[in-house]
């Protein structure tokens, strides 16, 4: 069965600081791998995605991820983080296959502090 | 260009009473999906439709039902609603491919009392 894990309920990182919140998945297939952002009270925005090539994607405002086939992790990523980062994080995984649906991850809440 | 669109964004229903909740999209996408998020639980797939009159169950469809009869439209109805389904939904679109990821709706909030 596929699945997300995001091992870490909240992450909390002082202003400037770099920050990364984790995701593992487990799929039979080649991956597709995703994150969402969510802030309060909002639906879920796009930030990035893995699909090939490049193990480091790059994505909306500032973040990254880098992919790592053998350890299955797609972790997300940002040099320098900002009070306004804070928000509820999503990592979601979909197989190459017609018709699959996104699973997602239980979400990680990142708080950033001035 | 609107995306996704739920309606109502609110609702409060007794138990037992009966609703159906309207996805919108105007974005030509061919799949869409209906999910409910709880608190610690993330995104559980509920229903999706992968064209014009097909549904198909994800991992949480009891107590649900869905039509798909326009491409724009995806309805989620509630027959008989239960406290269990006090949640928040949300609604997707995306095109065929896989590697297109999802445009979401802005949810809905019910409480079922």
């Known amino acids: 069965a596929q699945s997300v894990a995001q091992p870490e309920d909240q992450v909390n990182v002082a202003e400037g600081n770099p920050l990364t919140v984790k995701c593992t998945y487990s799929?039979?297939?080649?991956?597709?791998l995703f994150w969402y952002v969510q802030y309060p009270n909002r639906g879920l925005q796009f930030l990035l995605k893995?699909?090939?090539?490049?193990?480091l994607v790059k994505g909306s405002y500032g973040f990254e991820a880098e992919f790592n086939k053998s350890q299955t992790s797609f972790h997300l990523k940002k040099p320098s983080a900002l009070v306004s980062d804070s928000a509820l994080y999503f990592c979601a995984v979909r197989v190459n296959q017609a018709g699959t649906a996104l699973i997602f991850g239980k979400g990680t809440t990142l708080s950033v502090s001035s | 260009n609107a995306g996704v669109t739920q309606t109502p964004k609110f609702r409060v229903l007794k138990t037992g009473q009966s609703m159906t909740l309207l996805c919108a999209q105007d974005?030509?996408?061919?799949?869409m999906y209906w999910y409910r998020q709880d608190p610690g639980m993330g995104l559980r797939l509920i229903h999706y439709s992968v064209g014009e009159g097909t549904t198909a169950k994800g991992e949480v469809p009891d107590g649900y039902n869905v039509s798909r009869l326009k491409k724009q439209n995806f309805l989620l109805g509630l027959e008989s609603a239960a406290p269990s389904q006090t949640s928040v939904y949300f609604c997707a679109s995306s095109y065929s491919e896989v590697s297109y990821g999802y445009t979401f709706g802005s949810g809905t909030r019910l409480t079922v009392v």
């Open positions: 893995y699909i090939t090539g490049d193990n």
């Open positions: 799929v039979s297939g080649n991956p597709y």
């Open positions: 974005m030509n996408h061919e799949y």
